[in-house]
Every structure is written in structure tokens, then in C-alpha cells.
């Protein structure tokens, strides 16, 4: 296979699922209430009320981006938290089971599993089966149990899959219909609009700094108003529904960023996937045993994991980092240490191809430059690994 040629050298970021660039208009939106307008929105005084008044008018513009009522909206302190808070607080409510496919991000795999759930199997995209998925519910209730929730994210993480969320209603309206439904569509907002699935949910989860906002602040929308129970009290904020002070400058930019992806998501859309498909397709041009993990009509425009024969992720990755290009393997967790993929083995990836996996995924601040470079670094850290490779076997067979 032929190398591309080499391009410049500034860092290339290929990681947007774990966390997108602030847009500058997020940052402009947010540091009044960091520099002056530092009150605390809870107080009395009309400072205070400023404060509050930036919340609500935060609030009204998240939902109509998202398609809900002003008042459904919660702020939060992160994705993470918004999906604790849905599962967690719709157990304890009801005191039924959560259930959930085994790809879901572990923010939400792991609440489940705390509270004895259960887990379900998925297709070979990673979306939910929901053949599995009715078996799981009948099993259920004709346990004489009652399901308290099922979550299914909007779009994985790691493959960037999109579940069918009025399909999946459908079936737990059948089968458990007195279920809440919640999806974590925290990886969605800059490919999908939110207004076509938050009617089909009854809690839907969203962290700010996924699409261009600061981290540090999340959403989760109460579909038609309280269902759950709080997870954080003793504060009163957020009509009871999550205590804690409010983050005023987050909230704000969060909610500037979030109206930026929407207003942009139709044109960028079409330019990621160009974007995207050049890089995976340049890649595989010049580096054989390159596959892709899914057709790219399953998933959304800025995923670009594929798998490498003849390599490991956490080798590749080493390489890249070492020359500026920004990657993962899977989804990003607290050690950054790597893990196996979960994601991949309930796909039935066989083990020895998802050690070579490499998830590249692209946002707002891509641009051709970029695609050049990674897939100039990408080829050179391949052909480098696998001739070292290459070396050790042929000086074991001199041994």
C-alpha cells in the first residue's frame, strides 16, 4: 500500500464523542456571569433575581430546541447525573426493575446493574433488539414484578448507532405499560433533532459539552412533568426536582451552544460525512485489513470506528497521541486507561478484531486539514506498528 504524504503538524482532534471544542459564542454567552453577574440564583435581592431570570430564559430556549414544555426541563451537573437520576429515581419510585441494552454507556449499564436490572441483547449495530427486549418485559411481569424503567440511548457512544426510540415505545407500551421510558442521547444532538425523539421518551438525557458547551453541566427532561424521585435534595432548587446551586454562566452557555448545534445541524451534517467518509476511506486506501464496525447508513455522520487487523488500540493510540492526533478506542473513563469494549463484545465483534479498534469521531471544528492529517499519522503509526511486528516474529524464528 502506497503512504500519503506528510502534512502539517498542529494537533488534530478526532475525538468530539468525548468531549466537543466550547464554541466561542458559549464562552462569550457565559463569562458575564463569571466576571459580574455572580449572584446566586436563589437569593431575593435583584441581583439574585438577574441571576434567575438568565436560568429561566436558559431553560426556554433548551426546550425549544428539544421540544418540551419549559418547565420539563432539569438542570443538571452532567450526563452522567441526569442518567443516575432517571434510573436511580424511577426505582425508588415505583420500586420496580430498570432494564436496558448491554451497549448502553456505563453511566447508565452500571445504575442498572446497581439496582439488580436487567440487560438485554442487541443487533449487530448495537442497538437494542427488541425481540429480546419484549422477552425481557414478559419475563418480568409474569414474574409479578413490575418494570420501573427502560433506558435506550439515542445514539452509542462508541459506534455511533441510532436506536428507533418510537419503535422502542411501542414495545414498551405493549409489554410494560406502565414503564417509564428514558434515553441517554447525550452522543445526538449535533446529527439528530431532538424534537422527533423527545415525544416518544419520558426522560431524556443531555451533557452540555458534547455539542460546544461547558462541561460541567447536564440536562434531563421530565416529559410532561415529575416522575421520578430526586437524587440530590436539601436545596429545593429546580422545583424540587435536583437541590443544588445553580451553575448560572453554565447554564447559560449551554443552552447558546445547544441553539448553535441545532441551527447548524442540517449543513454540518452533510459536510462531516463527507469529512468522515474521506478518512475512513483514504485509510482504508492506504492500509489494508481496515474495516469498518458498521455500514455508515446505521450510523450518525461524525463516527468513524473502525477496526485494524494486526494491531492494538492502546499501541496505535500511544502513537498518535505522541504525534498530536487526538483518538480513542472507546469511550472515554475516569483513568483513561483502556478497557475493553464492552460495546463491541455484546455486538459480537470476535475479540482478536476489536483489540485493534479505533474511534475517530469528528465535529463542528473538523476541517479538511484535519482528515489530511489523521490520515497521514493513523497510516504511519500502523505501518510502524505492524512492522515491528513483522521484526519479532522473524527474530523468534532465527531464535
Known amino acids: 500500500m502506497n503512504s500519503p504524504g506528510p502534512v502539517d503538524t498542529a494537533i488534530t482532534y478526532l475525538d468530539h464523542a468525548a468531549s466537543a471544542p466550547m464554541r466561542p459564542e458559549a ?10 453577574q455572580y449572584a446566586n440564583p436563589s437569593g431575593s435581592h435583584r441581583f439574585a433575581r438577574q441571576a434567575r431570570q438568565a436560568v429561566d430564559e436558559s431553560r426556554d430556549r433548551v426546550a425549544a430546541v428539544l421540544g418540551c414544555r419549559p418547565n420539563d426541563v432539569v438542570f443538571t451537573g452532567c450526563g452522567t447525573e441526569s442518567d443516575n437520576m432517571a434510573i436511580t429515581g424511577a426505582v425508588t419510585r415505583s420500586g420496580g426493575v430498570a432494564v436496558c441494552p448491554a451497549t448502553e454507556h456505563h453511566a447508565v449499564l452500571e445504575v442498572v446493574e446497581h439496582h439488580g436490572g436487567v440487560v438485554v441483547g442487541v443487533d449487530h449495530a448495537g442497538r437494542v433488539d427488541l425481540e429480546h427486549l419484549a422477552a425481557a418485559l414478559d419475563e418480568i411481569v409474569a ?22 426510540l418510537a419503535a422502542v415505545r411501542r414495545v414498551v407500551r405493549r409489554h410494560a405499560p406502565g414503564a ?3 434515553t441517554d442521547a447525550v ?25 460546544g458547551g461547558p462541561k460541567g453541566v447536564g440536562v434531563l427532561v421530565e416529559n410532561g412533568g415529575p416522575k421520578i424521585n430526586p437524587l440530590i435534595i436539601g436545596g429545593g432548587q429546580e422545583r424540587e426536582r435536583r437541590s443544588g446551586t445553580h451553575n448560572t454562566a453554565g447554564i447559560v452557555a449551554a443552552s447558546v451552544a445547544l441553539e448553535l448545534a441545532d441551527a447548524e445541524r442540517a449543513t454540518e451534517v452533510v459536510r462531516i460525512a463527507a469529512l468522515r467518509d474521506r478518512l475512513v476511506d483514504e485509510l482504508c486506501t492506504h492500509l489494508d485489513g481496515v474495516t469498518e464496525t458498521l455500514d455508515r447508513s446505521e450510523k450518525i455522520a461524525g463516527s468513524g470506528h473502525v477496526c485494524i487487523e494486526g494491531i492494538e488500540s492502546e499501541a496505535l493510540l500511544f ?18 486507561a483502556m478497557e475493553p469494549s464492552h460495546v463491541l463484545a455484546a455486538m459480537g465483534v470476535p475479540a482478536e478484531r476489536s483489540l485493534g479498534a479505533l474511534r475517530l469521531t469528528l465535529g ?10 489523521g490520515v497521514h499519522v493513523v497510516t504511519k503509526a500502523v505501518q510502524r506498528l505492524r512492522s515491528h511486528t513483522d521484526q519479532a516474529h522473524t527474530d523468534r524464528g532465527m531464535a
Open 187 to 211: 452522543q445526538a444532538v449535533c446529527w439528530l433533532d431532538l424534537r422527533e425523539v423527545t415525544p416518544h421518551v419520558d426522560l431524556l438525557a443531555l451533557s452540555a459539552h458534547k455539542f
Open 364 to 373: 463542528h471544528t473538523t476541517t479538511d486539514a484535519d482528515i489530511d492529517r
Open 180 to 182: 417509564l421510558l428514558h
Open 27 to 36: 464562552i462569550e454567552a457565559m463569562l458575564p456571569y463569571l466576571r459580574d
Open 143 to 164: 414474574a409479578d414484578r413490575s418494570v420501573a424503567i427502560v433506558s435506550v440511548m439515542t445514539v452509542n457512544n462508541e459506534v455511533g448507532s441510532i436506536n428507533d
Open 319 to 336: 502513537l498518535l497521541d505522541e504525534e498530536a492526533v487526538c483518538a480513542s478506542a472507546a469511550s472515554a473513563c475516569a483513568s483513561g
